[in-house]
């Protein structure tokens, strides 16, 4: 190994310099010899300030990378090319180095495996008596690496295969047969594969030759067994062979010299020849006995399994900063079987005991410590297993006292009556001693004026004379330094006026106060807490739904508002007080009244057909006593939620149970229960699972009976069908009573369909228009229902036979005519009126209209027609069952429309209060008539004037459009246009009522 000269001036003057930390350290490599063309890479990684060097070590001696062609460094890698395996081989250890120190790195071995081939010679043939066991040598060539072991019987790929009879063992690689049979002859050849090459090598073929000259029965006789003593590794997978030769093949079992049983991990191979022990354990550890037995006898071996364990750490150092001359305590711990032992080194190289250093089982003392003693320390467990290294740096630290980041405040403010404490703590290496003085003067210590031994000055009870300025000296033999600061004591803080216990409403909005008078002096600063979380200073309660509101920042009030109180503002509320020299609080619990919480499982407990037993459980009061329940239902036939009638009929607040009543049968009820107090009604609870009625007989009767009309001898019942929410029960139908007049037996007749509304009975026998009594009732699978009240209907009665006579017919206008006719003087059927078909001819049936009158009228006016145009006519008498039969046709022709032009040019003048009107005729066109006459129609329209002058005239919608066309200069100017407003500029001398005019042109037709 070699020494390492390390300076750390540089580090100390800047104080940034680590040692190496490993990041990777080498691992063991298996290298297989024919890929030794290839390169080889050992890991090494740390990191470190400045970055770390590296150097390497072969089996404890230094490579010289500089002289040697086949090894490298890449980073702190060592790169072995043209690999040699007798020059490579070996243990490898990395030094990892920068200023600070050094550290090594775990030993790392490099090994080449191989499989040398076996030495070609003919092996002689083996002769065997049949019955009698063998053992066929392997001989296996030299190796390295783990190898596995095969036989191929006679040729390849026919291998052995194991049973009870045949074993092929991993330790030995020999073939064992208990016992030899007839089918054994032949040639047997030991097959020997690297698992890390993946080569494989064949040996001579060995003959099994069968000999006849007797048989024999044998003792078991143990030929693969395992040692007396069996090391193995924590956590391994440990493999035991046992197997025997005799006749009969003897039977293999195992057990456990403490006879405890195995454990259910253990697994038996091959006929129990091999026990295998997964993740091996110190529960593990102990005798193990295998035994061989047939009819002949037994035998036995007997070995040790015996529990190792590489070392562990469970105690380690830390990196350490300590001043100079003060005192270095270290210790490591590991664990491990054997148990391990300790080793120190520093810089890589070994720590013995000397002067101010102890090494004594991993703990490492070093006093009164000195610069030189700065470096990378690192513990070294061993033992036969296994080695471990772990590393920590130490640094000796040397400084003047420093107050840079520690000075004294510049000015501290204290309450009056109060402790100061003024800390004094500057970096020094080593330790300064403190001297304080108040202005020029030292300060001696006293029963209220104490010094603290790590230099903090402390003053009970300050009062106003203790106020100025102070001064911390601190010196060491590196040199000396201070720090100032001034003392100013201030008047306490009194809270005037802060929030008291309240008791308030949902939907409230209240402000609760925290005022305080304070030193002018100190800065004060507000802030609330609600049930023990703070509200945010800038005004909004996120768990508050943003309700509430202060401003932290006044002088002397913090008061904080909540609006539109709810349930959740319930607490304690802390208004807190901060200023520069103490905390105050005041505290005030709100408690918020609402409406009830929603009540929780409602449950119906029993039902009749119109009555349900309901309970439920209360919800919360919040603040206010319940004093009473309410009961609302839904059916799928309601709109929304119904209050209901129960008994009692107030439910108390106590009560928890009531009965709904006045409910309908077979109807599939939905339940929830509200709770009410002094404050309101609260929430409705969760909806009851639904719940249907018992059945019962109907309880409704049809509404509305009536009938009549239809066909010849019908008789038409018709009715308002029950609703089904009122049908009580399943087969819901009905039942049609009806009679003659006169007669005393009712005929019944039952329908099956709930939603009927109308029943038809023909008989031939029925006379038209015939009275009958007709009653209504229901029925259901319970039984029947009540009937409706006995009505009067008649049977249909058919068209009237007569006809009326003396029609007449004259143009009233172009659009209208009037017809006239006689009434029926006699009629053995009923007439309820006349009817008046109208048509212009055969060819245009859309033309065709109806107009009815009563029996009591004999004339009707048609209008709606067209102009100038010739119209059929006809009138015939009807009743519920038609219409009888028409008059013969009469025509008439309607009169020509009056004249479509209106006058134009309208002019006119105003003299006074006369209005003179003039205009140009209006020629009527052929189509039609002539002109009579004139008519002036005058319309006044309402108008206002707002202060820019302007006039606003409304006028009925007929006439602007016409206004719009016909208005002349003389009219007064339109400036804007709108469908229901005319602007109007007006003059103040103008009137503001304007008279408005519209004419049409008279004809003899109106």
Known sequence: MFRLTISLTDCLDSGSCHGPKWRMEPGDLFIPVDSIEEEATLTCDAKGTPPPQYRWSLNGTLINLGLDRRRHLSGGNLIISNLDRYQDAGMYQCMAYNTVGAILSRIASLQFAYLDHFK??????????????????????????????????????????????????????????????????????????????????????????????????????????????????????????????????????????????????????????????????????????CVAENKMGKNTATGRLAFYAKPQWIQTMKDTALAIEERLDWECRANGKPKPSYTWLKNGQQLLSEDRIHVADGILSVSALTLSDAGMYQCVAENTHGVIYFAAELMVLASPPDFTGNVLRALLKAKAGTTVALGCKPQAYPIASILWKKGNLPIHTNDRITLSPDGTLRLANVSKSDAGSYTCFARNRFGMSSTTGRLLVTDPTRIIQGPVDMEIIVGESIVLPCQVGSDPVLDVSFSWAFNGQLILSQGLLSFMLHKAFFSPWQRTAGDLMIRNIQLYHAGKYICVVDTDVESLSAVAVLIVKGPPSPPDMVTVEEVTDSTAQLAWNPGRDNGSPITNYLIQTRTPFTVGWQRVNTVPEIIDGSKLTATVVDLNAWVEYEFRVLAKNSVGVGEPSPVSVKTRTEDAVPDAAPGDVGG???????????????????????????????????????????????????????????????????????????????????????????????????????????????????????????????????????????????????????????????????????????????????????????????????????????????????????????????????????????????????????????????????????????????????????????????????????????
Not at 157 to 168: A, I, L
Not at 191 to 202: A, L, P, Q, R
């Open 708 to 1006: 009549g009309g239809g066909s010849r001898s019908e008789l038409v019942i018709t009715w308002e069908p029950v609703p089904e929410e009122l049908q009580n029960g399943e087969s819901f139908g009905y039942i049609i009573a009806f009679r003659a007049f006169g007669e005393v037996s009712w005929t019944h007749v039952a329908t099956s369909a709930p939603g009927a509304s109308r029943y038809v009975y023909r008989n031939d026998s029925i006379a038209p228009f015939s009275p009958f009594h007709v009653k209504v009732g229901t029925y259901n699978s319970k039984g029947q229902g009540p009937f409706s009240p006995v009505v009067t209907i008649y049977s249909a009665e058919i068209e009237p036979s007569g006809m009326p006579v003396g029609v007449w017919a004259r143009s009233v206008s172009a659009s209208e005519i009037e017809v006239n006719w006689q009434a029926l003087s006699f009629a053995p059927e009923r007439v309820l009126g006349y009817e008046v078909v109208y048509w212009e001819d055969d060819t245009k049936p859309e033309t065709m209209g109806k107009v009815r009158v009563p029996w009591n009228q004999t004339s009707v006016t048609v209008s709606g027609l067209a102009g100038n145009t010739q119209y059929f006519l006809t009138v015939s008498a009807f009743n519920t069952a038609g219409t009888g039969p028409f008059l013969p046709a009469i025509n008439v022709t309607t009169k020509k429309p009056p004249p479509a032009q209106p006058p134009l040019n309208i002019e006119w003048t105003l003299i006074g209060s006369q209005l003179s009107l003039y205009w140009e005729p209006v020629l009527a066109m052929e189509s039609e008539s002539e002109v009579t006459g004139y008519q002036v129609s005058l319309t006044f329209s309402v108008c206002f004037t707002n202060l820019n002058l302007k006039v606003f005239c409304f006028i009925p919608w007929p006439l602007v459009n016409r206004l719009y066309n016909e208005v002349k200069q003389n009219f007064l100017p339109i400036r804007e246009f709108k469908s229901l407003l005319i602007l109007i500029h007006l003059d103040l001398d103008k009137k503001i009522s304007t008279t408005l005019l519209t004419m049409k042109a008279e004809s003899g037709v109106d």
């Open 120 to 289: 070609v010679h003919t092996r002689s043939a083996v002769s065997v008596r049949e019955g009698q066991g063998v053992v066929l040598l392997c001989g296996t060539p030299t190796s390295s690496g783990d190898l596995t072991y095969a036989w191929v019987f006679n040729e390849y790929p026919y291998f052995v295969q194991q049973d009870n009879r045949r074993f092929v063992s991993q330790q030995t690689g020999n073939l064992y047969i208990a016992k030899v049979e007839s089918s054994d002859v032949g040639n047997y050849t030991c097959v020997v594969m690297n698992s890390i090459t993946k080569g494989k090598v064949h040996s001579s073929p060995t003959s099994l030759i069968l000999r006849t000259d007797g048989k024999t029965q044998l003792l078991p006789k143990i030929e693969v067994n395992f040692p007396d003593n069996v090391p193995a590794a924590k956590g391994s997978t440990v493999t035991l062979e046992c197997f025997a030769l005799g006749n009969p093949v003897p039977e293999i079992t195992w057990k456990r010299a403490n006879g405890i049983p195995f454990p259910s991990k253990v697994k038996m191979k091959y006929s129990n020849a091999v026990l295998e022990i997964p993740s091996f354990q110190q529960d593990d550890t102990g005798g193990y006995e």
